[in-house]
């Protein structure tokens, strides 16, 4: 998982130059999709090459009802996140809050962006108990650590802490990831609202692309099957 510069999508970015985005996406998941996806096209490649009779036309049909889904859910989660708005783009849908309409985020057993008088679960960005148990764990050896070197002043720690070293480029040990990355948001959250250009509703777009492509093939896979 990690954090890099990235470019916006098309149509939901400032002029070139005058918003530098901040991208967040899993890593994990983008290299679990795209084994899933090499895995399931030469299956298919090869029912097609050697099937008999309806074989190949079902494993044509199979593909987009399987490809599009395992491409959404690993491939196309991110979020965009400049001085202007938030740009959470999920599975199915993708979700541009302007800083000024964002009321919180918060990570619980999920990552969620709670913005327009609605939540929204932010994909991007998993939470892993057991990162967070790692971290935790950290967390309290570092606090030992400092407190016996101080001769039993128990040195400061916690979230500040953490978003000072997300500030600083570094990754805090003592936190887990998605901690970080909402405790990050809700930091430039706090910085922009009052912006003029950070106001505005919260916008939702469907993602067509994946969810027509799959209930196409979804029916062509039944039909096929079914006349079998």
Same mark, same amino acid.
């Given at each position: 998982?990690? +954090?890099?510069?990235?470019?916006? +999508?098309?149509?939901?970015?400032?002029? $070139?130059?005058?918003?530098?985005?901040?991208?967040?996406?899993?890593?994990?998941?983008?290299?679990?999709?795209?084994?899933?996806?090499?895995? /399931?096209?030469?299956?298919?490649?090869?029912?097609?090459?050697?099937?008999?009779?309806?074989?190949?036309?079902?494993?044509?049909?199979?593909?987009?009802?399987?490809?599009?889904?395992? !491409?959404?859910?690993?491939?196309?989660?991110?979020?965009?996140?400049?001085?202007?708005?938030?740009?959470?783009?999920?599975?199915?849908?993708?979700? $541009?809050?302007?800083?000024?309409?964002? +009321?919180?985020?918060?990570? &619980?057993?999920?990552? +969620?962006?709670? /913005?327009? &008088?609605?939540?929204?679960?932010?994909?991007?960005?998993?939470?892993?108990?057991?990162?967070?148990?790692?971290?935790?764990?950290?967390?309290?050896?570092?606090?030992?650590?400092? $407190? !016996?070197?101080?001769?039993?002043?128990?040195?400061?720690?916690?979230?500040?802490?953490?978003?000072?070293?997300?500030?600083?480029?570094?990754?805090?040990?003592?936190?887990?990831?998605?901690?970080?990355?909402?405790?990050?948001?809700? $930091?430039?959250?706090?910085?922009?609202?009052?912006?003029?250009?950070?106001? &505005?509703?919260?916008?939702?777009?469907?993602?067509?692309?994946?969810?027509?492509?799959?209930?196409?093939?979804?029916?062509?896979?039944?039909?096929?099957?079914?006349?079998?």
């Amino acid at each position: 998982m990690t +954090e890099s510069d990235g470019t916006p +999508e098309p149509g939901n970015a400032a002029p $070139e130059g005058q918003y530098a985005d901040r991208v967040y996406r899993s890593v994990p998941g983008v290299i679990s999709g795209v084994l899933l996806l090499a895995v /399931a096209g030469w299956l298919i490649i090869d029912a097609v090459a050697s099937g008999t009779g309806r074989t190949p036309w079902i494993a044509l049909a199979a593909a987009p009802v399987f490809g599009f889904p395992v !491409a959404a859910y690993t491939l196309r989660p991110v979020v965009y996140a400049n001085d202007r708005r938030l740009l959470v783009r999920n599975p199915l849908r993708t979700v $541009e809050a302007p800083w000024a309409s964002v +009321e919180a985020l918060r990570a &619980g057993y999920s990552v +969620e962006l709670l /913005a327009g &008088g609605k939540k929204y679960q932010v994909w991007a960005v998993p939470v892993s108990l057991r990162q967070r148990k790692r971290a935790n764990r950290a967390a309290n050896r570092a606090a030992s650590a400092a $407190e !016996a070197f101080s001769g039993g002043t128990r040195a400061p720690s916690g979230p500040a802490q953490a978003r000072r070293g997300l500030r600083q480029g570094d990754s805090d040990p003592t936190r887990a990831w998605s901690d970080q990355v909402v405790d990050t948001l809700q $930091e430039i959250a706090e910085r922009n609202a009052g912006r003029p250009d950070a106001a &505005g509703p919260v916008v939702v777009r469907w993602c067509w692309w994946v969810i027509a492509p799959t209930l196409v093939g979804l029916v062509a896979f039944v039909t096929l099957i079914a006349a079998s």
